[in-house]
């Protein structure tokens, strides 16, 4: 709306502070009606957490799940009836799915009205794009993936962009090596094939893949405090700062059609790169600069791809050529930047990318002392990380069947030696005052089912028993 304050007011939290300054200019908020209109739709915990981030833009967002425990921990963000608790018939009380991405996929399958409904939403509907997020090495999110996206992408395909491209994308994260067992890489193996099938057949548009493993090797030895807008600072976790990250990137880009400049990069354009089938990724960078004209010294082919090969926190690809791609620049309105370097970073983008790039430039009024470079790839192959998911598996599942056949074969009788009678019959015993011990009462040592008969003698506890009948 032309008199919206913009993300001015908005329940940021933290995102605050990565969001970058020109996010707070005049001009985004006198053009707000026009920032893409999406809806969010989470699965499982993890995806439940990158959704939550997303939401605090305005999105509308719907978490599903099948523990409670998990969703509640939004509720200051999401409301109740699009908290929605996805319960199992067959397994009565169950709440999670302990990593069993199977099981998720039985229980998304016995609620799948559940999410045909969300599918079908006014929210979901008149969206422009339609985000889905969900943790691949999970079982309860991972499970409904591929449910959710049968319905979401039939439902986006009334919304299709020119040249038939559905704007529904996926926000998805691989297990670290932290994260042990066979169990995680067979999800997030199972989780990509699903979204690639998607990919092929052209059901959907980009899915951006965050990489765990990734992330905990950058963060190692890095201080993940953020400098809070009020100047203080606050620790947060690794994985917290990811969600922030991606989350912030994605608005930042967003706003890109409603910026002034001298090349605009317009909501079509934008939504098109989005909607691209393919895997993909978002990213910003900030370079410091000094002087009233932005400098020529500055190694902008190694800013340029730091920025679209060096992300901390997504995936990497090997890919020599893009689908589709952009970059923007956006720079201090009281500097220059000369046309030549503008268009030097254009030329690296496209030798880099390989494909058509869009290209944006603009200005901010409260940007100071910094070039910012925002950047969109998407490719035609999955992320690196798959091939080494694959090599982690077949380690996992060596340890494993090597450790259940040392269960079955250890012998532990010897430490218990001495004691494998203590539970049987003996002879009667009697204390010294001539009471009668609990052993000396009938059948008490080895009672049988045979022995249960209580229609032929009430005296007797029960009947003989089939186990076949319960």
């Known amino acids: 709306m032309s008199n919206s304050n913009g993300f001015q007011g908005m329940k940021l939290g933290h995102l605050s502070s990565l969001l970058s300054d020109y996010m707070y200019d005049k001009v985004i908020a006198e053009e707000f009606d026009r920032y893409p209109k999406q809806a969010i739709v989470s699965l499982g915990q993890g995806g439940g957490r ?3 981030e997303l939401s605090r833009f305005g ?13 509640n921990e939004h509720k200051a963000l999401i409301p109740d009836e699009r908290r929605i608790v996805t319960k199992s018939s067959t397994y009565i009380g169950l709440e999670g799915t302990d990593k069993d991405a199977r099981l998720g996929f039985e229980i998304a399958n016995e609620n799948k009205d559940l999410y045909k409904d969300v599918a079908l939403s006014k929210e979901v509907r008149e969206a422009e794009f339609v985000w889905v997020t969900v943790s691949l090495g999970g079982g309860t999110g991972n499970g409904a993936l591929k449910v959710v996206l049968n319905y979401l992408s039939q439902v986006r395909a009334h919304n299709a962009l020119p040249g038939g491209k559905i704007p529904l994308g996926v926000i998805c994260s691989l297990p670290s090596t932290s994260e042990k067992g066979s169990a995680f890489r067979k999800n997030a193996i199972a989780g990509l ?3 690639q099938e998607f990919i092929d057949q052209n059901k959907m548009g980009i899915a951006i893949v965050i990489d765990n ?4 090797n950058y963060y190692t030895n890095t201080d993940l405090s953020i400098k809070l807008r009020k100047g203080k600072e606050q620790e947060v976790d690794a994985r917290s700062f990811t969600n922030l990250t991606i989350a912030s990137t994605l608005a930042e880009i967003g706003v890109l059609p409603l910026l002034n400049g001298r090349s605009v990069y317009d909501k079509t354009e934008l939504l098109a790169t989005w909607s691209t089938p393919g895997w993909g990724t978002v990213s910003k960078r900030n370079i410091q600069i000094s002087g009233e004209n932005i400098s020529d010294t500055i190694d902008y082919e190694s800013e340029v791809k730091a920025l679209f090969k060096e992300n901390e926190v997504l995936a990497e690809y090997q890919f020599e050529r893009a689908i589709s791609g952009a970059i923007a620049i956006i720079y201090p309105s009281n500097k220059r930047l000369s046309p030549r370097i503008a268009d030097q970073i254009f030329d690296i983008t496209s030798d880099i990318l390989d494909t058509k790039v869009n290209l944006s430039i603009s200005t901010s009024d409260n940007v100071r002392d910094q070039l910012l470079l925002l950047g969109i790839a998407v490719v035609d192959s999955p992320p690196t990380r798959v091939g080494t998911l694959r090599e982690e598996l077949v380690k996992w599942d060596k340890i494993e069947k090597e450790a259940e056949e040392s269960r079955k074969s250890k012998n532990n009788n010897d430490l218990f030696d001495g004691f494998d009678d203590f539970f049987t019959a003996e002879a009667p015993k009697r204390k010294n005052n001539g009471d009668l011990l609990l052993s000396d009462l ?8 045979k022995d249960i008969d209580e229609d032929e003698n009430k005296n007797k506890v029960a009947k003989s028993l089939d186990l076949t009948d319960l």
């Open 50 to 52: 990158i959704g939550a």
């Open 442 to 449: 009938p059948g008490a040592n080895n009672i049988e089912l």
């Open 213 to 216: 493993e990734k992330m905990a």
């Open 193 to 195: 094939a699903v979204i």
């Open 59 to 71: 999105h509308p967002t719907f978490l599903f799940n099948s523990s409670v425990s998990d969703m």
